[in-house]
């Protein structure tokens, strides 16, 4: 594989998108990468904090925040990540319907993220956008699954001078062989950030939270943050 | 066809969004129109104002103006919509190779347009978002043709649960023939702005300046701007 040039990775600060950040700069060694925090509700100021730090770390050319908050007053009533009042369900307490659309869920999301993250990389010149979706999000996200990114990609082909594409190379990883890979790549998982929750301490309970727990129990380690 | 009960229409206050704000309001008979406004650089003012006042004449359901400037920042140099040092080029001046992208073209806008505007569907439960893209515009911008539309509508239609589709019921009309149907639904067309300039008065030699004028030509009348 050539060596990538310029790619833009979409970082929240999460445990995938943390692990696809390293891979890109270690594994795939992007010369410049352009790291894309996107703040569209108010749960995940952790998360955000934690983006910053990894970017940092793995030394990017350039690292954007931006506040797209708006989107949650857009969509009112819409989700639990966006409105504070709906609160956020715990992993064993969603009913086997909730599971193909989580209250968790936030209406097209993904498609306004990597819309953003395509048009920067069309200016900088990018011809790739990372996208840290894996295969355990694809029960419950019609907008994680790899069907989701081939289409995104068949509208990005169209464009007649810089095309863009999607890249989403933990797709068909559960969130254990992902956190191998980035074990394997030095990743600090001290700096990551996944509970919906965002308070002082993980919550232990929200579906993030328990799947990440069961993710370094497959692995045979303790999560740093888990400090009890 | 159905009565329309819900529909999102992307409304710039353009000729073209405010035209189809009138057909899906009158001729569709929507029951409730949501009108979503995006300002996403600072030539447009005008159009925003125009954009209110359309809102208001067919009566919708709500109308929502959504800053996002931030697009601009994130494009840099990207755009002579977005960037104020990038002249707006006379139509006349634009060399044959630029008709294929011309300086005016904003990088994915209208993929990030169009995700929000699906987000806020499938948030208010609306099944349409209807799209003012035309023919003319389809030889300067890959993001206005119907194969774009099309596409996007491959992706949005993987949604688990409340399927969205982009309607773009002008996408094979001319400016003129779309004109002349905002002309038999009563539209004002003294409160629309196309200038890309955006100055007091339409500079007359813009891209969009330009087809306006013609368009008034082919149907034989004197656009309402134009007081000299």
Redesign the interface.
């Known amino acids: 594989m050539d060596k990538l040039e310029k790619a833009v990775v979409l970082l929240s600060g999460g445990l995938d998108s943390t692990t696809l950040l390293h891979h890109v700069k270690k594994s795939l060694e992007a010369n410049e990468v352009y790291a894309l925090s996107l703040i569209y509700g108010q749960k995940h100021a952790r998360e955000l904090e934690m983006a910053t730090w990894q970017a940092e770390a793995v030394g990017v050319k350039e690292h954007?925040l931006?506040?797209?908050s708006?989107?949650g007053e857009?969509?009112?009533?819409?989700s639990a990540l966006t409105n504070a009042s709906i609160p956020v369900p715990n992993l064993a307490d969603l009913a086997e319907n909730q599971l193909?659309?989580p209250p968790t869920y936030?209406?097209?999301?993904n498609?306004?993220l990597l819309?953003?993250a395509?048009?920067?990389a069309?200016?900088v010149g990018a011809r790739s956008v990372f996208y840290g979706a894996q295969a355990q999000d694809q029960y419950g996200y019609?907008?994680c699954?790899v069907?989701?990114v081939t289409?995104?990609n068949?509208?990005?082909a169209?464009?007649?001078?810089?095309c863009?594409t999607i890249e989403a190379p933990f797709a068909d990883y559960s969130k254990a062989e992902l956190l191998k890979i980035g074990l394997g790549l030095g990743v600090d998982y001290a700096h990551t950030w996944s509970c919906y929750r965002g308070k002082e301490q993980p919550c232990g309970a929200c579906p993030t939270c328990v799947e990440r727990m069961r993710a370094f129990e497959a692995v045979g380690l303790l999560d740093p943050l888990d400090r009890e």
């Open positions: 954007r931006i506040d797209i708006f989107v857009l969509l009112q009533g819409g193909s659309q936030v209406p097209n999301r498609m306004i819309s953003l395509c048009a920067w069309e200016s019609w907008d699954t069907d989701f289409r995104i068949d509208v990005l169209l464009n007649r001078q810089t863009v």
